[in-house]
């Protein structure tokens, strides 16, 4: 009996269960990934994402090849192409892992799954390591991540027998439609690329990690950039927790400074886990609010104005524009950086999540809808459990930039700019010969927009039905400690707390 074994967002041959499934069956394999023109017509989707998972393709060909069974690539719609191959070989049986994707491929399993039953095909799911599907509740969800975590990893096969099968071309983006999205300093694809980088973290770059990662500049070489690399499957979870354990053993007891890092390290894998259950448990999350109290609070039709602004970098406010400049030619910017920029569209430009998500999965390279999704709702206060957080975006300039070598990199226009005007030109004495003219003018006053932002929000939280409801997202979606639910804030009469020197903050797409 032969076997389809469908790559999607796991390319990679080295402890991967699917494939290592695939083998156990005996029969001949060939091995698919499906170039979907309708997936990357999406607003989620863009060319800076296909021309990095190009680049992982073209590396898993050649590891596929090495095992006798290249990689077959083929254009089109999953159920055609599927019916196709299975039409024309003695294929019964698909194989994949369980995706957790956006509502587009969670639609098109669906409809993969009810072509597989008509026709009597087989199609076998191999659970994620951090996913658990049809799961019922959080508790001992950490549990059984860490379970899964702690098993051997699987050594790719020995061999594979392959379905005579032309391998066809790896399609370009312009072949699937997409536009023009240049990324200059974009990180490159692969599994070469991956384990490089973990191996260049754990023993050189991540030894100020707890340190370094809230600043853009220092964060760039000091996080591990691992998140493309597992967001698209060329490493897997398991074996960046299990390289990072070893890690975390052999400097034990040393005083080279590594231990707080990798163990911050590690709690960043966790959380990665964490918000994906949410996207898996929950599928509307990518599309209405957490809690619905929040449904309708900020207009539905944004702001154009303010909207390509903020994607521009062109807000008039510097360390907002640094960021998103910064962001759209790298595909990369460290978490609380990702942080501010969702709350400074929320708050400050009062728009809603789901016109400045989609753009912001557009830029990010490493852009995984599991945590994507969950992270915009929680940094844009709609889910009825976080406490507001509403970033000052002149603080955290001074706070991350208080050189403003990044500012300035990013926003060049800034140069006769004094030092001690910097993030705010518009104190400085010579500001008419700058804003509005080579600079924009801010568009918004901060403190007035954020103190508005401020009564709006904490004004929906009154009531005991916002509270009924809010209990019951902590009891499904909240992180667990010790059996019980994490910290959250579901007392509209309490006052929100001060915020700490370092708030523990989750990042959106995780960069870790």
Same mark, same amino acid.
């Given at each position: 009996m032969d076997t389809i074994l469908w790559f999607k967002r796991d390319l990679r041959i080295a402890d991967h269960p699917a494939l290592a499934h695939a083998a156990a069956l005996g029969?001949?394999?060939?091995?698919?990934?499906?170039?979907?023109?309708?997936?990357?017509?999406q607003p989620d989707a863009a060319a800076r994402h296909w021309a990095f998972i190009a680049e992982c393709l073209e590396d898993l060909r050649d590891a596929l090849a090495t095992l006798g069974a290249p990689l077959v690539v083929r254009r089109g719609d999953a159920v055609d192409i599927l019916a196709d191959l299975t039409g024309r070989h003695s294929i019964r049986t698909l194989v994949s892992h369980e995706e957790t994707g956006n509502a587009w491929t969670? &639609? $098109?399993?669906?409809?993969?799954?009810a072509w597989a039953g008509a026709t009597g095909i087989t199609w076998t799911q191999i659970p994620q390591m951090d996913v658990i599907r049809r799961l019922d509740t959080r508790d001992g969800w950490a549990r059984r991540r860490e379970q899964v975590l702690r098993r051997p990893i699987l050594p790719a096969p020995s061999g594979l027998d392959p379905v005579p099968e032309d391998p066809?071309?790896?399609?370009?983006a312009r072949d699937l439609g997409l536009a023009p999205d240049p990324c200059p300093d974009r990180q490159a694809g692969g599994r070469a690329m991956a384990l490089s980088l973990l191996g260049g973290f754990l023993t050189e770059r991540g030894r100020d990690y707890r340190r370094a990662m809230s600043t853009p500049l220092e964060g760039a070489m000091a996080c591990?950039?691992?998140?493309?690399?597992?967001?698209?499957?060329?490493l897997s979870m398991r074996e960046?927790?299990?390289?990072?354990? &070893? $890690?975390k053993a052999e400097v034990a007891g040393t005083r080279e400074g590594w231990t707080g890092s990798l163990k911050s390290f590690e709690a960043r894998l966790a959380w990665r886990g964490h918000f994906m259950q949410k996207l898996e448990d929950m599928p509307a999350i990518e599309t209405r609010c957490l809690h619905s109290a929040y449904e309708g609070l900020r207009p539905k039709t944004p702001d154009a104005t303010r909207l390509a602004a903020w994607e521009g970098g062109e807000t008039g406010i510097p360390f907002v524009d640094a960021c998103m400049r910064s962001l759209i030619a790298t595909g990369w910017l460290n978490f609380r950086m990702r942080a501010m920029l969702v709350s400074f569209a929320s708050y400050h430009l009062w728009l809603d999540w789901r016109a400045t998500g989609p753009h912001l999965a557009r830029v990010f390279t490493d852009y995984e809808?599991?945590?994507?999704?969950?992270?915009?709702?929680?940094?844009s206060g709609t889910t009825g459990m976080n406490t507001i957080r509403i970033y000052n975006p002149v603080k955290q300039g001074h706070d991350q930039d208080p050189a403003g070598a990044f500012t300035r990199a990013w926003c060049p226009e800034l140069a006769d700019v004094p030092d001690g005007h910097l993030h705010t030109p518009w104190t400085w004495d010579g500001a008419g010969s700058l804003l509005g003219r080579t600079y924009p003018e801010p568009v918004i006053d901060i403190a007035a927009a954020a103190r508005a932002?401020?009564?709006?929000?904490w004004a929906v939280r009154k009531g005991e039905a916002f509270r009924d409801e809010a209990r019951a997202i902590v009891k499904k979606h909240a992180s667990r400690k010790d059996g019980g639910a994490?910290?959250?804030?579901?007392?509209?009469?309490a006052k929100p707390k001060p915020r700490r020197k370092k708030p523990r903050t989750s990042q959106l797409s995780l960069d870790l």
């Open positions: 029969g001949r394999i060939l091995p698919l990934y499906i170039a979907e023109p309708a997936l990357w017509a969670y &639609a $098109r399993d669906r409809r993969v799954a066809g071309p790896i399609p370009g591990s950039r691992l998140s493309p690399h597992l967001a698209w499957g060329t960046a927790q299990q390289a990072a354990t &070893a $890690r809808p599991g945590i994507h999704w969950p992270q915009v709702q929680m940094q932002a401020r009564e709006r929000v994490g910290r959250h804030f579901v007392n509209d009469r």
